[in-house]
């Protein structure tokens, strides 16, 4: 029982992952800087591509925060040690960085430039998830050749 509760908490920080595909929208709506009232009219109009930069800074952010818990709990389950974890996390720290920069472009009202520098993150954030889940998956394979032994 107790190997079985250790294979599932290898797959836990795998769940819900980006990277499978998931591209459902983060954000319920656009946020209310996205949004542009007609003074005359009165109607509400979204600008489309702040809400694009909007979504796309949301996505990295999750990313990062996936791979940050993902990585977390291969320390916790041992599966890395701090040697084997320290670069992942030195590489999320920049990329980190990169989305600050994107959230800082957005903030200053220039979406083209966010949207641009979080897509780029994003992909960048994905290749890395993609090793960190390969990691995991050997791992597994590896516990599961060890209970059948």
Known sequence: MKRLAYLLLLLVPLSGCAMFGDTKPILKEPPSLCKVTDVKTGVVTVNQLCAAAAESLAQANALLASIDRTVLGHL???IWTLDQARPVYVQTGKYGEDVDKAQAAFN?????????????????LTELHKQVAAHARKAEIIVNEWLMA
């Open 108 to 124: 200053a009202l220039d979406f083209s430039r966010a949207f641009d520098q979080a897509e780029v993150v994003k992909r960048l």
């Open 76 to 78: 916790t389950n041992k």
